[in-house]
């Protein structure tokens, strides 16, 4: 996804003005010095703005010659439009679920669901996903004792802790 | 120096040895593997290095990355892809080497000039950092604005792509950084209401979402297949590699010394010294056919050039605390982590984790003849490890990796958000190491800044009147206008042209 500097230049300089109106509205210190929280970041908003401006004015000499957008070649194919949407639903699915459902189950699901759309394997995809959730689990729960969410496998916490 | 003998055996502990040798395991793997760089292998291990203690963890950087870098050179060699980019400059070569059957004595040629490079430039940046540091004991906060004004300039302009891009992704970098507690007056400061964005943006959910979701995106749209291995058998890989390395002696020499006169540069990494190594390599070189053709004194000269960079970039940011590429932001950003300071204090206060991390280097670069062997025979099977099902594994990772650092799904999403605003930015030209450079260094940035600007009372001028401020800021300024002038230069002598 190619994104013509004659969209990104207004974006970036549109981002330094939001940038500097927020940094003006930073508390300023009583005592001391004058510098608030907002004196350093309305520098980076000023720097935004300028280099937003001359991304615009190379993207307007080159308008011409550049699209506004261009997409990659992967969206005129469909399997691989489904890779894309596969890898940011899966991550999506165990950011909304993990909590309920715990890591082991949404992790699991996830990882099944990008390795079926991947390799379209079942017996492999369900062999590897299972391997990976125990071995990530092992690694992090086990022994970095990293509290993973149990979720709704809370009742057997116990028996699934597997600590030397 | 008297802290070398403390630092040997504090590298010699069992536990650490044996961090170092699965590290460099895991190094080794991701760099075999194309797709995976060596950035990578460091951002999946950052997560893991946060339970060690500090030493344990920056050997484990350091030989993964080592190793990575020298495991590119696998399957340039048998795939003609780089396995990282820092072996993309002798990729033809190499490969054209392959198929005259010659495989073996190329991939013995690439890890004994590899581990040969990283010696020297290891021993360079043992003996050479302790002088900076002495002389660098003496900077002020205005110094220090200065070299990091400098350093990120500097990373920002020689990045790939134009310089205008690169300062954006700077910015950016930057502007994230101040998300969280303003440090002196401890109020919250763009955190928009998030009680979890208090504690500011973490490093690691964002290192791992730029450099690893993002390449599980970029890998989930490629349309093209790997191609297939040359089927070469591999015997005795260092069979014949003492006499070419005699032949080639000066091309080896080059690398050296090139790859470590650019590690230390601000924006030059592994890969810019490979390429300027070679392109030296091609310039003085006796035959120019045969070179062309693919010889072994390019391959010779780039593959020390890009080790030896890795072990001097650390100059510049074990004493200056001033990062110049991505591999070392993160070292810095984990030394950060562990609550210590990297600067010139650090060799008086940690000299004994400090020379550790160097002696890493050279045990790391040891460890590549061994290591390195058994890669390139089991490269096969290495190679044939199908990426449709190493990529849902990294994710799996990627997210206990991210969850771990502060044990909240926040992290999780920061690196879901960082993995699209990365494959964002290397789909439109905006690199991505400016960013990382300005994440890791933008809080102490504004801290000397504001510092430097109470000492001064508001008077910018003050910065330039100690006489090693005042050298580099000027330089700095100089960096800062020389686009503009270009442009100024480039309309003045059009319209000269126009007039006449």
């Given at each position: 996804m190619k994104v013509s500097d004659l969209i990104m230049g207004p974006l970036i300089a549109a981002l330094g003005v939001t940038v500097l109106v927020a940094s003006s509205m930073q508390p300023k210190p009583v005592f001391g010095s004058a510098y608030g929280g907002g004196f350093f970041p309305s520098i980076l908003g000023v720097v935004l703005v300028v280099t937003g401006l001359i991304l615009t004015a190379t993207g307007w000499?080159?308008?011409?010659?550049?699209?506004?957008?261009?997409?990659?070649?992967?969206?005129?194919?469909?399997?691989?439009?489904?890779?894309?949407?596969?890898?940011?639903?899966?991550?999506?699915?165990?950011?909304?679920?993990?909590?309920?459902?715990?890591?082991?189950?949404?992790?699991?699901?996830?990882?099944?669901?990008?390795?079926?759309?991947?390799?379209?394997?079942?017996?492999?995809?369900?062999?590897?996903?299972?391997?990976?959730?125990?071995?990530?689990?092992?690694?992090?729960?086990?022994?970095?004792?990293?509290?993973?969410?149990?979720?709704?496998?809370?009742?057997?916490a116990g028996v699934l802790t597997w600590r030397l | 120096m008297e802290a070398i003998g403390p630092a040997f055996f504090a590298l010699m502990e069992p536990s650490v040895l044996l961090v170092v040798?699965?590290?460099?395991?895991?190094?080794?793997?991701?760099?075999?593997?194309?797709?995976?760089?060596?950035?990578?292998?460091?951002?999946?291990?950052?997560?893991?290095?946060?339970?060690?203690?500090?030493?344990?963890?920056?050997?484990?950087?350091?030989?993964?990355?080592?190793?990575?870098?020298?495991?590119?050179d696998i399957p340039s060699v048998l795939l003609r892809?780089?396995?990282?980019?820092?072996?993309?400059?002798?990729?033809?070569?190499?490969?054209?080497?392959?198929?005259?059957?010659?495989?073996?004595?190329?991939?013995?040629?690439?890890?004994?000039?590899?581990?040969?490079?990283?010696?020297?430039?290891?021993?360079?940046?043992?003996?050479?950092?302790?002088?900076?540091?002495?002389?660098?004991?003496?900077?002020?906060?205005?110094?220090?604005f200065w070299f990091t004004c400098l350093g990120l300039t500097c990373a920002a302009f020689i990045s790939p792509g134009r310089p205008l891009k690169g300062i954006i992704s700077l910015v950016l970098g930057l502007l994230i950084a101040t998300i969280g507690l303003f440090p002196v007056t401890g109020q919250p400061r763009f955190t928009f209401g998030v009680p979890a964005l208090l504690g500011g943006i973490g490093l690691v959910p964002t290192l791992i979402g730029i450099f690893a979701i993002a390449e599980i995106i970029r890998y989930a749209q490629s349309r093209e297949a790997l191609p297939t291995m040359m089927k070469t058998k591999i015997g005795?890989?260092?069979?014949?590699?003492?006499?070419?390395?005699?032949?080639?002696?000066?091309?080896?020499?080059?690398?050296?010394?090139?790859?470590?006169?650019?590690?230390?540069?601000?924006?030059?990494?592994?890969?810019?010294?490979?390429?300027?190594?070679?392109?030296?390599?091609?310039?003085?070189?006796?035959?120019?056919?045969?070179?062309?053709?693919?010889?072994?004194?390019?391959?010779?000269?780039?593959?020390?050039?890009?080790?030896?960079?890795?072990?001097?970039?650390?100059?510049?940011?074990?004493?200056?605390?001033?990062?110049?590429?991505?591999?070392?932001a993160i070292v810095i950003g984990v030394l950060f982590m562990k609550g210590l300071t990297p600067g010139p204090t650090i060799f008086t206060t940690q000299p004994v984790l400090i020379y550790g991390i160097f002696l890493s280097f050279i045990l790391a670069n040891l460890l590549m003849l061994p290591l390195g062997y058994g890669a390139i025979k089991l490269s096969r099977y290495i190679l044939d490890v199908p990426r449709s099902v190493l990529m849902p594994v990294i994710m799996v990772f990627c997210i206990v990796g991210a969850f771990a650092m502060d044990n909240s799904l926040t992290s999780v999403t920061i690196m879901l958000v960082f993995g699209i605003v990365g494959w964002f930015m290397e789909e439109n030209d905006f690199p991505v190491a400016p960013a990382l450079l300005g994440l890791v260094l933008g809080r102490l940035l504004?801290?000397?800044?504001?510092?430097?600007?109470?000492?001064?009372?508001?008077?910018?001028?003050?910065?330039?009147?100690?006489?090693?401020?005042?050298?580099?800021?000027?330089?700095?300024?100089?960096?800062?206008?020389?686009?503009?002038?270009?442009?100024?230069?480039?309309?003045?002598?059009?319209?000269?042209?126009?007039?006449?």
């Open positions: 000499r080159q308008r011409a010659a550049t699209p506004l957008l261009v997409m990659g070649n992967w969206v005129e194919s469909p399997r691989h439009v489904a890779n894309t949407a596969i890898v940011l639903g899966a991550l999506l699915f165990y950011i909304l679920t993990s909590g309920t459902l715990g890591f082991m189950i949404s992790a699991g699901i996830a990882v099944l669901a990008m390795l079926l759309q991947f390799t379209r394997k079942p017996l492999l995809s369900v062999l590897v996903a299972i391997a990976t959730v125990i071995a990530a689990k092992l690694a992090f729960q086990d022994v970095l004792l990293v509290p993973l969410p149990w979720g709704i496998l809370e009742p057997f | 040798l699965l590290a460099s395991i895991f190094g080794l793997f991701v760099g075999a593997i194309p797709g995976l760089t060596a950035t990578m292998a460091v951002a999946l291990l950052v997560p893991v290095t946060f339970f060690m203690e500090p030493l344990a963890a920056i050997a484990a950087i350091v030989s993964a990355s080592a190793m990575a870098i020298f495991a590119g892809i780089p396995g990282t980019p820092a072996s993309a400059a002798y990729t033809e070569a190499a490969y054209k080497m392959t198929q005259r059957g010659k495989a073996e004595l190329v991939l013995g040629i690439c890890v004994v000039t590899s581990a040969l490079g990283g010696l020297v430039g290891a021993i360079f940046l043992m003996f050479f950092a302790p002088a900076v540091a002495r002389f660098a004991l003496n900077i002020s906060s205005y110094e220090y005795n890989i260092f069979k014949g590699v003492g006499p070419e390395l005699w032949r080639y002696r000066k091309g080896v020499a080059q690398g050296i010394v090139v790859g470590t006169a650019t590690g230390p540069l601000p924006g030059a990494g592994a890969d810019i010294a490979a390429w300027i190594s070679y392109a030296l390599a091609r310039r003085f070189t006796k035959n120019k056919t045969e070179f062309d053709e693919g010889s072994l004194e390019g391959i010779a000269a780039a593959g020390a050039a890009n080790n030896a960079s890795v072990s001097s970039s650390y100059i510049p940011a074990t004493v200056l605390g001033i990062p110049g590429d991505s591999m070392t504004e801290e000397t800044f504001l510092t430097s600007m109470i000492k001064a009372r508001g008077n910018f001028l003050e910065f330039f009147t100690r006489p090693i401020a005042g050298t580099i800021g000027v330089l700095t300024v100089l960096v800062w206008v020389t686009p503009l002038i270009l442009y100024l230069w480039r309309q003045w002598s059009k319209r000269r042209v126009a007039m006449a």
